[in-house]
C-alpha cells in the first residue's frame, strides 16, 4: 500500500507571497491531519480534516487555511507568508473512525521563505 | 509548562547499549502514547504505539507508560547505527469531545557508534 505522498518537497517563497501544499493519504484513509515543525517549537498541530470538514485546528493564525476534496486528498494554504513560516510542513493520515487513530506521516514540504 | 517535556539531547551511545528516552507530560486526559522516530529529512515513523498504562514489546523497542506519574518511555536493546535518529513522543486524548491533534515533545536525537 502506497504511504502519504506530499507535494510539493522543496520550496521558496518570499515575503508577503502565498503557498498551497498538497498531500495525499494511504488509500482508505479519511482524516488528514497537519503539522509545521520548526527547530525552536518542534511538531505543532495545525488542522485536521474529516470528511471535507475541518474537524480540530491548533492554534495558528488565519494565514494557515486548508480543505479537503472527496478523495480526501487535502491542500494546505499559507497566505502573506513571513519569515518565520520556513518550517517542515507534514501531513499525516489515519483512517479518522477514532477507534484507533495512529496517523502516518508524509515525508512532509520543506518551505523556505525569504 | 509545556504539555510534553522531552530532554533533546543529543545521547550519544555505543552500539549494543541499551537506551532509555522519556518524556513527561502535564495533561491527565492523555490517553494514547506514541514513539516516533525521525531520521534526518524524513517524516516522523511511527515505531510504538500504547493505550493507557503498561508495557509493550516490539523486537527490540519496548514502551511503558506510567499514567501516575505522566510518565512515559521507550527503551532501545542492543542498539544498532541504523537506530541513530531522532525520537519522538507524541500523545493525545482521543474521544468523541477530544480532537484527533497529537501532542509532540521536542525529540530526543540519538547517535549510536559503532
Known amino acids: 500500500k502506497a504511504g502519504v505522498t506530499q507535494t510539493p518537497r522543496y520550496l521558496i517563497k518570499t515575503r508577503g507571497q502565498q503557498v498551497t501544499l498538497s498531500c495525499s493519504p494511504i488509500s482508505g484513509h479519511r482524516s488528514v491531519s497537519w503539522y509545521q515543525q520548526t527547530p525552536g517549537q518542534g511538531l505543532q498541530f495545525l488542522f485536521e480534516?474529516?470528511?471535507?470538514?475541518?474537524?480540530n485546528k491548533g492554534n495558528f493564525p488565519g494565514r494557515f487555511s486548508g480543505r479537503q476534496f472527496s478523495n480526501s486528498r487535502s491542500e494546505m494554504n499559507v497566505s502573506t507568508l513571513e519569515l518565520g513560516d520556513s518550517a517542515l510542513y507534514l501531513c499525516?493520515?489515519?483512517?479518522?473512525?477514532?477507534?484507533?487513530?495512529?496517523?502516518?506521516f508524509g515525508p512532509g514540504t520543506r518551505l523556505l521563505v525569504l | 509548562q509545556k504539555e510534553v517535556e522531552q530532554d533533546p539531547g543529543p545521547l550519544s551511545v555505543p552500539e549494543g547499549a541499551i537506551v532509555s528516552l522519556n518524556c513527561t507530560y502535564s495533561?491527565?486526559?492523555?490517553?494514547?502514547f506514541m514513539w516516533y522516530r525521525q531520521y534526518s529529512r524524513k517524516g516522523p515513523e511511527l515505531l510504538m504505539y500504547?493505550?493507557?498504562?503498561g508495557n509493550k514489546e516490539d523486537g527490540r523497542f519496548t514502551a511503558q507508560v506510567d499514567k501516575s506519574s505522566k510518565y512515559i518511555s521507550l527503551f532501545i536493546r542492543d542498539s544498532q547505527p541504523s537506530d541513530s535518529a531522532t525520537y519522538l513522543c507524541a500523545m493525545s486524548a482521543w474521544g468523541n469531545q477530544a480532537g484527533t491533534a497529537l501532542i509532540f515533545g521536542k525529540g530526543t536525537t540519538l547517535s549510536v557508534s559503532s
Open positions: 480534516y474529516f470528511s471535507e470538514t475541518q474537524r
Open positions: 499525516a493520515s489515519s483512517l479518522g473512525d477514532r477507534s484507533q487513530e495512529t496517523q502516518y
Open positions: 495533561n491527565s486526559a492523555f490517553q494514547y
Open positions: 500504547t493505550y493507557s498504562s
